[in-house]
T-cell receptor, first 112, second 114 residues
Framework: DQQVKQNSPSLSVQEGRISILNCDYTNSMFDYFLWYKKYPAEGPTFLISISSIKDKNEDGRFTVFLNKSAKHLSLHIVPSQPGDSAVYFCAAPSEGWGKLQFGAGTQVVVTP | DVKVTQSSRYLVKRTGEKVFLECVQDMDHENMFWYRQDPGLGLRLIYFSYDVKMKEKGDIPEGYSVSREKKERFSLILESASTNQTSMYLC?????????????FGPGTRLLVL
């Protein structure tokens, strides 16, 4: 049973516009969330994270928002660039031992 | 600089063959993980290890086994490969046992089982 869900498999956005990626979770015990970015033929790389004590975390063009009551988080990329075209995974730690639960991923395509 | 390497980028094997996937990390990390990535399913954890000779089942361990004889090396073994094990396999490592930290991933091995 997937506890981290990304319901949009793909997203197409024009260069310079905002990309908004959504992630929902079912386990109210989750208190930390991470976003990973993956290019084809490469492993995922860590992008940004947020603790449940915050509702926003910003790093350059990337901002993650957390709405605990709705069990929802989103990643905003502003402005989107062609190099942002990748698959983005939302993840949350579960059951100790450093394990992560990943969502299914959202493929972002940034068009010129 | 953090580095996780995987022994092969692409592998083609036949049904019933025994397959070994090797992963090496150079960061002295305690935790190591094996995932498979399939379209629409994201990354699913197969096995993980938090110490040498220690292993724990992940969400989809059936048909797989692992070995961790040295801290830096974590091997995934497909005892008898089947076509439904065709997938992208990703190895990852992270720092302290039992602590949530960023996981660092290798480049992946794309396995095709015919």
């Amino acid at each position: 049973d997937q506890q981290v869900k990304q319901n949009s498999p793909s997203l197409s956005v024009q260069e310079g516009r905002i990309s908004i990626l959504n992630c929902d979770y079912t386990n109210s015990m989750f208190d930390y969330f991470l976003w990973y970015k993956k290019y084809p033929a490469e492993g995922p790389t860590f992008l940004i994270s947020i603790s449940s004590i915050k509702d926003k975390n910003e790093d350059g063009r990337f901002t993650v928002f957390l709405n605990k009551s709705a069990k929802h988080l989103s990643l905003h990329i502003v402005p989107s660039q062609p190099g942002d075209s990748a698959v983005y995974f939302c993840a949350a730690p579960s059951e100790g031992w450093g394990k992560l639960q990943f969502g299914a991923g959202t493929q972002v395509v940034v068009t010129p | 600089d953090v580095k996780v390497t995987q022994s092969s980028r692409y592998l083609v094997k036949r049904t019933g063959e025994k397959v070994f996937l090797e992963c090496v990390q150079d960061m002295d990390h305690e935790n190591m993980f094996w995932y498979r990535q399939d379209p629409g399913l994201g990354l699913r954890l197969i096995y993980f290890s938090y110490d040498v000779k220690m292993k724990e089942k992940g969400d989809i361990p059936e048909g797989y086994s692992v070995s961790r004889e040295k801290k830096e090396r974590f091997s995934l073994i497909l005892e008898s490969a089947s076509t439904n094990q065709t997938s992208m396999y990703l190895c990852a490592s992270s720092g302290l046992a039992g602590v949530v930290e960023t996981q660092y991933f290798g480049p992946g091995t794309r396995l095709l089982v015919l």
